[in-house]
């Protein structure tokens, strides 16, 4: 096993240092050919000074500017919310391209991965029925509805807490209280998915025009092989305007959608009566799709972090940029989401973009959500949670450069707002929050077969119909936290790998899981969340 070593600088640039284990006060370090003396004791993750400060000084980290000094700072101390501000660099249009020498794919350029073929060329990851309601009033419906289909067709596995608990109140063994006459299958190549939200009424139109362009996206994403659509009839996001979305995003569209409104049906019973019937044989013709070989283009990656640490920005975030330009020369999709979580690394993303006009879009789009929020009364700059501060993310700035690295290096083919469809081979932008829902969510409406979500201190969500894989950023996280982790790129900070290995490894475990080999720790554990971003206000 390597030396762990006890402190880097991520960029030649950089004035701060990055600690990688716990350091002691006063302990001298050799690093680059000089002692560094901590002047307190540091947890790992966080950042000592190169140098001293004087107030209103850069603070260089990834080659960025990421803050200035609030106040005087000596060499060796630890830079904290209270001695450092948020800063970024200005931004001044696209000056210029990146050049890009795209990765050695040789490995991967004649793998294939057994997915679910559609009629519109996409390959899906995963084959899902999906039940969902056009409006909050047809909630209480939908989760009746997912009783009645998982009860009768998924295993009867009871939940072990469940069993604990009768267990405890018949004062008996869980294995003598388990039930032991568990259902098969019976369907074994489909699963049936259930979604609900908030919206479709009561709030302004744009919002349910964004939201039917989502649920537009769900339903022609290649995970599902069709949907049973709920309506009541009065609200503002009409059947119409949903399939409106739809049949701009995939005109020419055959997948089954089965649409019920409510008020036009009657009662509550002739519409289950229909629903059930209807799309029970729906379910049995998706069942017949089998898994057919696709080459690797054919995989939509998405890519977020979530519960970031100090070392994200360090192992797991670039170690999903070595799997992002992986794909891009493999003439694959990948999505870089979380706008908040690219403020201060605009410049370099407008020049990687492949012409003005994309470069003006992302700008125009990183303008209006930063208004937004400044005149909601909050900023940019507040957007590190207070787990991202203890963790040694300070500012913004520092949290973005380090996030900006789940997108590897190659050229940015499009900029989608959310709500948009992917189109284009290679890396691609998409306007989400950093919020970890409300981005997942919009990642896999445009169009993501599976998603990257990279943490440092842990976060067990997942989605209805896209597989969500967990990279923990420290090894001490998956010690933890084992049964939400799929991979482990703390060996990176350990020494015990190098990035380069880790994305090589994540290619290889998306392969596999996208061929139904593996399966993520959120989809065993039914995390199954979907959070639509409301952009505007309730009426």
């Given at each position: 096993?390597?030396?762990?070593?006890?402190?880097?600088?991520?960029n030649?640039?950089?004035?701060?240092?990055?600690?990688?284990?716990?350091l002691?006060?006063?302990?001298?370090?050799?690093?680059?050919?000089?002692?560094?003396?901590?002047?307190?004791?540091?947890?790992a993750?966080h950042?000592?000074?190169?140098?001293?400060?004087?107030?209103?000084?850069?603070?260089?980290?990834y080659?960025?500017?990421?803050?200035?000094a609030?106040?005087?700072?000596?060499?060796?101390?630890?830079?904290?919310?209270?001695?450092?501000?948020?800063?970024?660099?200005?931004?001044?249009?696209?000056?210029?391209?990146?050049?890009?020498?795209p990765?050695?794919?040789?490995?991967?350029?004649?793998?294939?991965?057994?997915?679910?073929?559609?009629?519109?060329?996409?390959?899906?990851t995963?084959?899902?029925w999906?039940?969902?309601?056009l409006?909050?009033?047809?909630?209480?419906?939908?989760?009746?509805?997912?009783?009645?289909?998982?009860n009768?067709?998924?295993?009867?596995?009871?939940v072990?807490?469940?069993?604990?608990l009768?267990?405890?109140?018949?004062?008996?063994s869980?294995?003598?209280?388990?039930?032991?006459?568990?259902?098969?299958?019976?369907?074994d190549?489909?699963?049936?998915?259930?979604?609900?939200?908030q919206?479709?009424?009561?709030?302004?139109?744009?919002?349910?025009?964004?939201?039917?362009?989502?649920?537009?996206?769900?339903?022609?994403?290649p995970?599902?092989?069709?949907?049973?659509?709920?309506?009541?009839?009065?609200?503002?996001?009409?059947?119409?305007i949903?399939?409106?979305?739809?049949?701009?995003?995939?005109p020419?569209?055959?997948?089954?959608?089965?649409?019920?409104?409510?008020?036009?049906?009657?009662?509550?019973?002739?519409?289950?009566q229909?629903?059930?019937?209807?799309?029970?044989e729906?379910?049995?013709?998706?069942?017949?799709?089998e898994?057919?070989?696709?080459?690797?283009?054919?995989?939509?990656?998405?890519?977020?972090?979530?519960?970031?640490?100090g070392?994200?920005?360090?192992?797991?975030?670039?170690?999903?940029?070595?799997?992002?330009d992986i794909?891009?020369?493999?003439?694959?999709?990948?999505?870089l989401?979380e706008?908040?979580?690219?403020?201060?690394?605009?410049?370099?993303?407008?020049?990687?973009?492949?012409?003005?006009?994309?470069?003006d879009?992302?700008?125009?789009?990183?303008?209006?959500?930063?208004?937004?929020?400044v005149?909601?009364g909050?900023?940019f700059?507040?957007?590190?949670?207070p787990?991202?501060?203890?963790?040694?993310?300070?500012?913004?700035?520092?949290?973005?450069?380090?996030?900006?690295?789940?997108?590897?290096?190659?050229?940015?083919?499009d900029?989608?707002?959310?709500?948009?469809?992917?189109?284009?081979?290679?890396?691609?932008l998409?306007?989400?929050?950093?919020?970890?829902?409300?981005?997942?969510?919009?990642?896999?409406?445009?169009?993501?077969?599976?998603?990257?979500f990279?943490?440092?201190?842990?976060n067990?969500?997942?989605?209805?119909?896209?597989?969500?894989?967990k990279?923990?950023?420290?090894?001490?996280?998956?010690?933890?936290?084992?049964?939400?982790?799929?991979?482990?790129?703390?060996?990176?900070?350990?020494g015990?790998?190098?990035?380069?290995?880790?994305?090589?490894?994540?290619?290889?475990?998306?392969?596999?899981?996208?061929?139904?080999n593996?399966?993520?720790?959120?989809?065993?554990?039914?995390?199954?969340?979907?959070?639509?971003?409301?952009?505007?206000v309730?009426l």
């Amino acid at each position: 096993m390597a030396t762990q070593k006890k402190l880097i600088k991520v960029n030649p640039a950089d004035n701060v240092i990055v600690a990688l284990t716990d350091l002691v006060q006063n302990e001298q370090i050799m690093f680059e050919g000089a002692t560094v003396s901590p002047t307190t004791d540091v947890k790992a993750k966080h950042k000592i000074t190169e140098k001293d400060f004087a107030i209103g000084d850069d603070i260089i980290m990834y080659g960025v500017l990421v803050g200035k000094a609030a106040k005087p700072i000596k060499k060796g101390e630890v830079i904290t919310t209270e001695n450092v501000k948020h800063q970024s660099e200005k931004v001044f249009g696209k000056n210029g391209n990146l050049g890009w020498t795209p990765p050695n794919v040789d490995r991967w350029k004649d793998k294939t991965f057994n997915g679910y073929h559609r009629t519109d060329g996409q390959v899906g990851t995963k084959n899902v029925w999906l039940f969902f309601p056009l409006v909050f009033c047809e909630n209480k419906n939908i989760e009746k509805l997912k009783d009645i289909f998982e009860n009768e067709l998924m295993p009867k596995k009871e939940v072990s807490y469940k069993n604990l608990l009768r267990s405890l109140i018949e004062e008996k063994s869980v294995e003598e209280v388990s039930d032991k006459n568990l259902n098969e299958n019976l369907l074994d190549n489909v699963e049936v998915k259930f979604i609900n939200h908030q919206g479709g009424c009561g709030g302004i139109r744009q919002d349910s025009e964004l939201l039917a362009k989502l649920l537009a996206g769900y339903v022609n994403n290649p995970n599902v092989a069709g949907a049973t659509v709920l309506s009541l009839g009065c609200q503002n996001l009409q059947v119409d305007i949903f399939k409106k979305a739809l049949k701009e995003m995939s005109p020419n569209s055959d997948k089954e959608i089965l649409i019920y409104e409510q008020q036009q049906i009657g009662t509550t019973d002739q519409m289950f009566q229909m629903v059930i019937k209807d799309s029970y044989e729906a379910i049995k013709r998706a069942n017949k799709i089998e898994r057919k070989p696709a080459p690797l283009s054919k995989l939509s990656i998405g890519l977020e972090c979530g519960g970031s640490d100090g070392f994200s920005g360090i192992s797991a975030n670039p170690a999903l940029g070595i799997v992002s330009d992986i794909f891009a020369a493999l003439g694959g999709k990948t999505i870089l989401a979380e706008f908040p979580e690219l403020c201060g690394v605009e410049q370099e993303l407008m020049n990687r973009c492949v012409d003005e006009e994309k470069a003006d879009k992302f700008l125009t789009l990183m303008k209006a959500f930063e208004k937004s929020v400044v005149d909601a009364g909050s900023g940019f700059d507040m957007n590190p949670s207070p787990g991202n501060i203890k963790d040694g993310l300070i500012t913004d700035a520092m949290k973005s450069a380090g996030a900006a690295k789940k997108g590897g290096t190659s050229p940015v083919v499009d900029v989608l707002d959310y709500g948009e469809y992917i189109s284009k081979p290679g890396l691609n932008l998409l306007n989400t929050p950093g919020n970890d829902a409300e981005c997942t969510t919009g990642l896999v409406g445009s169009g993501a077969t599976v998603v990257l979500f990279t943490t440092g201190l842990g976060n067990p969500m997942g989605n209805p119909i896209a597989p969500v894989v967990k990279i923990s950023s420290n090894t001490a996280l998956i010690n933890r936290m084992s049964d939400i982790i799929d991979v482990n790129a703390g060996t990176v900070i350990t020494g015990e790998k190098t990035i380069t290995e880790v994305g090589a490894e994540i290619v290889d475990y998306i392969i596999e899981l996208a061929s139904g080999n593996v399966e993520t720790k959120a989809d065993q554990l039914k995390q199954d969340v979907f959070i639509p971003w409301k952009r505007g206000v309730s009426l």
